[in-house]
Antibody, heavy 114, light 112 residues
Framework: QVQLQQWGAGLLKPSETLSLTCAVY????????WTWIRQPPGKGLEWIGE???????SYAPSLKSRVTMSVDTSKNQYSLNLSSVTAADTAVYYC????????WGQGTLVTVSS | DVVLTQSPLSLPVTLGQPASISCRSS???????????LSWFQQRPGQSPRRLISKVSNRDSGVPDRFSGSGSGTDFTLKISRVEAEDVGVYYCMQGTQWPFTFGPGTKLEIK
Protein backbone atom coordinates (compact mmCIF):
# COMPACT_ATOMS: atom_id res chain seq x y z
CA GLN A 1 0.00 0.00 0.00
CA VAL A 2 1.42 3.36 -1.04
CA GLN A 3 1.43 6.08 1.59
CA LEU A 4 2.65 9.66 1.39
CA GLN A 5 3.54 11.38 4.64
CA GLN A 6 4.44 15.05 4.62
CA TRP A 7 5.77 17.54 7.10
CA GLY A 8 7.14 21.04 7.41
CA ALA A 9 6.78 24.35 9.21
CA GLY A 10 3.19 25.48 9.57
CA LEU A 11 3.69 29.15 10.43
CA LEU A 12 5.88 31.51 8.46
CA LYS A 13 6.47 35.24 8.35
CA PRO A 14 6.27 37.18 5.09
CA SER A 15 9.46 36.92 3.00
CA GLU A 16 10.48 33.60 4.59
CA THR A 17 10.89 30.35 2.68
CA LEU A 18 8.32 27.58 2.88
CA SER A 19 9.88 24.11 3.12
CA LEU A 20 7.95 20.87 3.00
CA THR A 21 9.04 17.27 2.62
CA CYS A 22 7.05 14.25 1.52
CA ALA A 23 8.11 10.68 2.27
CA VAL A 24 6.86 7.85 0.11
CA TYR A 25 6.23 4.45 1.66
CA UNK A 26 5.42 1.40 -0.41
CA UNK A 27 5.58 1.10 -4.16
CA UNK A 28 8.32 2.31 -6.43
CA UNK A 29 9.84 5.77 -6.20
CA UNK A 30 11.20 5.71 -9.72
CA UNK A 31 8.99 5.94 -12.75
CA UNK A 32 6.59 8.48 -11.32
CA UNK A 33 6.09 12.21 -11.26
CA TRP A 34 5.97 13.53 -7.71
CA THR A 35 3.65 16.45 -7.33
CA TRP A 36 2.82 19.37 -5.07
CA ILE A 37 -0.65 20.91 -5.07
CA ARG A 38 -2.03 23.58 -2.78
CA GLN A 39 -5.43 24.77 -1.62
CA PRO A 40 -6.01 28.18 -0.02
CA PRO A 41 -8.54 28.06 2.82
CA GLY A 42 -12.04 27.65 1.45
CA LYS A 43 -10.81 27.70 -2.13
CA GLY A 44 -9.93 25.34 -4.96
CA LEU A 45 -6.88 23.29 -5.89
CA GLU A 46 -3.80 24.65 -7.63
CA TRP A 47 -0.90 22.77 -9.20
CA ILE A 48 2.48 23.92 -7.98
CA GLY A 49 4.69 21.56 -9.90
CA GLU A 50 6.28 18.14 -10.19
CA UNK A 51 9.62 16.41 -9.92
CA UNK A 52 10.74 13.04 -11.23
CA UNK A 53 12.92 10.53 -9.39
CA UNK A 54 15.86 11.76 -11.50
CA UNK A 55 15.27 15.35 -10.45
CA UNK A 56 13.63 16.74 -13.58
CA UNK A 57 11.22 19.47 -12.61
CA SER A 58 8.26 21.36 -14.06
CA TYR A 59 6.72 24.31 -12.27
CA ALA A 60 3.52 26.25 -12.70
CA PRO A 61 4.40 29.49 -14.50
CA SER A 62 2.71 31.60 -11.84
CA LEU A 63 5.08 30.26 -9.16
CA LYS A 64 8.12 29.32 -11.20
CA SER A 65 10.32 32.18 -10.03
CA ARG A 66 9.93 31.16 -6.37
CA VAL A 67 9.66 27.35 -6.45
CA THR A 68 12.30 24.70 -6.13
CA MET A 69 11.61 21.00 -5.92
CA SER A 70 14.12 18.27 -5.22
CA VAL A 71 14.32 14.55 -4.53
CA ASP A 72 16.30 12.32 -2.21
CA THR A 73 16.06 8.89 -3.76
CA SER A 74 18.03 7.30 -0.92
CA LYS A 75 15.15 8.13 1.41
CA ASN A 76 12.27 8.03 -1.08
CA GLN A 77 11.52 11.62 -0.26
CA TYR A 78 10.94 14.79 -2.19
CA SER A 79 10.76 18.40 -1.13
CA LEU A 80 9.21 21.74 -1.95
CA ASN A 81 10.75 25.12 -1.29
CA LEU A 82 8.77 28.29 -1.96
CA SER A 83 10.67 31.50 -1.35
CA SER A 84 9.53 35.00 -0.41
CA VAL A 85 6.15 33.90 0.85
CA THR A 86 3.27 36.29 1.39
CA ALA A 87 -0.19 35.94 2.87
CA ALA A 88 -1.38 34.79 -0.55
CA ASP A 89 0.67 31.62 -0.08
CA THR A 90 -1.38 30.60 2.94
CA ALA A 91 -2.84 27.24 1.99
CA VAL A 92 -2.99 23.54 2.66
CA TYR A 93 -0.15 22.01 0.71
CA TYR A 94 -0.49 18.45 -0.57
CA CYS A 95 2.06 16.07 -1.94
CA UNK A 96 0.74 13.50 -4.38
CA UNK A 97 1.94 10.83 -6.76
CA UNK A 98 1.62 11.29 -10.46
CA UNK A 99 0.12 13.71 -12.91
CA UNK A 100 -3.31 12.29 -12.22
CA UNK A 101 -2.89 11.66 -8.51
CA UNK A 102 -4.48 8.66 -6.88
CA UNK A 103 -2.25 8.78 -3.79
CA TRP A 104 -2.17 11.97 -1.73
CA GLY A 105 -0.48 13.10 1.43
CA GLN A 106 -2.49 14.22 4.41
CA GLY A 107 -1.93 17.90 3.69
CA THR A 108 -0.04 20.53 5.66
CA LEU A 109 -1.58 23.87 6.54
CA VAL A 110 0.96 26.63 6.03
CA THR A 111 0.00 30.03 7.36
CA VAL A 112 1.92 33.15 6.44
CA SER A 113 1.41 35.93 8.94
CA SER A 114 3.46 38.66 10.53
CA ASP B 1 -3.60 27.98 -19.26
CA VAL B 2 -6.54 25.67 -19.82
CA VAL B 3 -9.56 27.00 -17.92
CA LEU B 4 -12.06 24.50 -16.59
CA THR B 5 -15.56 25.74 -15.83
CA GLN B 6 -17.87 23.67 -13.66
CA SER B 7 -21.61 23.95 -13.27
CA PRO B 8 -23.40 24.14 -11.06
CA LEU B 9 -21.08 25.41 -8.34
CA SER B 10 -23.61 24.41 -5.70
CA LEU B 11 -25.69 21.27 -5.98
CA PRO B 12 -28.38 20.49 -3.38
CA VAL B 13 -29.66 16.97 -3.94
CA THR B 14 -32.27 14.82 -2.22
CA LEU B 15 -31.00 11.47 -0.99
CA GLY B 16 -31.57 8.77 -3.56
CA GLN B 17 -31.89 11.23 -6.42
CA PRO B 18 -29.43 11.57 -9.30
CA ALA B 19 -26.89 14.35 -9.63
CA SER B 20 -24.91 15.67 -12.56
CA ILE B 21 -21.90 18.01 -12.73
CA SER B 22 -20.66 19.59 -15.94
CA CYS B 23 -17.04 20.45 -16.66
CA ARG B 24 -16.20 22.48 -19.73
CA SER B 25 -12.71 23.20 -20.95
CA SER B 26 -11.42 26.27 -22.76
CA UNK B 27 -9.48 23.96 -25.09
CA UNK B 28 -9.76 20.42 -26.33
CA UNK B 29 -8.35 17.98 -23.79
CA UNK B 30 -7.37 15.40 -26.37
CA UNK B 31 -3.64 14.80 -25.94
CA UNK B 32 -1.29 14.19 -28.84
CA UNK B 33 -1.05 10.58 -27.65
CA UNK B 34 -4.80 10.19 -28.28
CA UNK B 35 -5.84 10.08 -24.64
CA UNK B 36 -8.05 12.62 -22.93
CA UNK B 37 -6.68 13.38 -19.49
CA LEU B 38 -9.77 14.55 -17.67
CA SER B 39 -10.23 13.31 -14.13
CA TRP B 40 -12.74 13.81 -11.34
CA PHE B 41 -11.91 14.16 -7.65
CA GLN B 42 -14.06 14.16 -4.56
CA GLN B 43 -13.01 16.10 -1.49
CA ARG B 44 -14.94 15.41 1.67
CA PRO B 45 -14.77 18.01 4.44
CA GLY B 46 -11.40 17.98 6.14
CA GLN B 47 -9.93 15.32 3.85
CA SER B 48 -7.45 15.13 1.02
CA PRO B 49 -8.93 14.85 -2.45
CA ARG B 50 -9.82 11.38 -3.65
CA ARG B 51 -9.65 10.44 -7.31
CA LEU B 52 -12.88 8.95 -8.59
CA ILE B 53 -12.42 8.81 -12.34
CA SER B 54 -9.52 9.15 -14.73
CA LYS B 55 -9.32 9.58 -18.49
CA VAL B 56 -12.95 10.71 -18.69
CA SER B 57 -14.69 7.50 -17.72
CA ASN B 58 -12.36 5.05 -15.94
CA ARG B 59 -13.69 4.56 -12.44
CA ASP B 60 -11.06 3.90 -9.78
CA SER B 61 -10.98 0.78 -7.67
CA GLY B 62 -13.31 1.04 -4.71
CA VAL B 63 -15.40 3.82 -6.22
CA PRO B 64 -19.09 2.90 -6.15
CA ASP B 65 -20.58 2.19 -9.54
CA ARG B 66 -23.18 4.91 -8.99
CA PHE B 67 -20.42 7.30 -10.11
CA SER B 68 -19.83 7.57 -13.85
CA GLY B 69 -17.95 9.90 -16.14
CA SER B 70 -18.54 10.77 -19.75
CA GLY B 71 -17.73 13.33 -22.40
CA SER B 72 -15.21 14.24 -25.02
CA GLY B 73 -13.21 17.13 -26.38
CA THR B 74 -14.21 20.06 -24.21
CA ASP B 75 -17.40 18.88 -22.51
CA PHE B 76 -17.46 16.38 -19.67
CA THR B 77 -19.93 15.18 -17.08
CA LEU B 78 -19.81 13.40 -13.75
CA LYS B 79 -23.02 11.64 -12.82
CA ILE B 80 -24.14 10.10 -9.56
CA SER B 81 -27.05 7.79 -10.16
CA ARG B 82 -28.42 7.87 -6.61
CA VAL B 83 -26.89 10.27 -4.12
CA GLU B 84 -26.01 8.93 -0.69
CA ALA B 85 -25.11 10.84 2.45
CA GLU B 86 -21.42 9.94 2.09
CA ASP B 87 -21.30 11.77 -1.26
CA VAL B 88 -21.39 15.18 0.42
CA GLY B 89 -18.32 17.19 -0.47
CA VAL B 90 -16.74 19.18 -3.25
CA TYR B 91 -16.14 17.68 -6.67
CA TYR B 92 -13.36 18.89 -8.93
CA CYS B 93 -12.56 18.13 -12.52
CA MET B 94 -8.90 18.27 -13.49
CA GLN B 95 -7.09 18.29 -16.81
CA GLY B 96 -3.73 16.64 -17.24
CA THR B 97 -3.42 17.20 -20.96
CA GLN B 98 -1.70 20.57 -21.12
CA TRP B 99 0.84 22.00 -18.68
CA PRO B 100 0.19 23.61 -16.29
CA PHE B 101 -2.43 21.14 -15.25
CA THR B 102 -5.52 22.80 -13.87
CA PHE B 103 -8.54 22.10 -11.75
CA GLY B 104 -12.06 23.34 -12.08
CA PRO B 105 -13.41 25.62 -9.32
CA GLY B 106 -15.30 22.80 -7.65
CA THR B 107 -18.95 21.89 -7.19
CA LYS B 108 -20.24 21.63 -3.66
CA LEU B 109 -22.74 18.80 -3.28
CA GLU B 110 -25.01 18.94 -0.27
CA ILE B 111 -28.05 17.01 0.83
CA LYS B 112 -31.29 18.91 0.46
Amino acid sequence: QVQLQQWGAGLLKPSETLSLTCAVYGGSFSGYYWTWIRQPPGKGLEWIGEVTHSGTTSYAPSLKSRVTMSVDTSKNQYSLNLSSVTAADTAVYYCARGRNPYYWGQGTLVTVSS
Amino acid sequence: DVVLTQSPLSLPVTLGQPASISCRSSQSLVHSDGNTYLSWFQQRPGQSPRRLISKVSNRDSGVPDRFSGSGSGTDFTLKISRVEAEDVGVYYCMQGTQWPFTFGPGTKLEIK
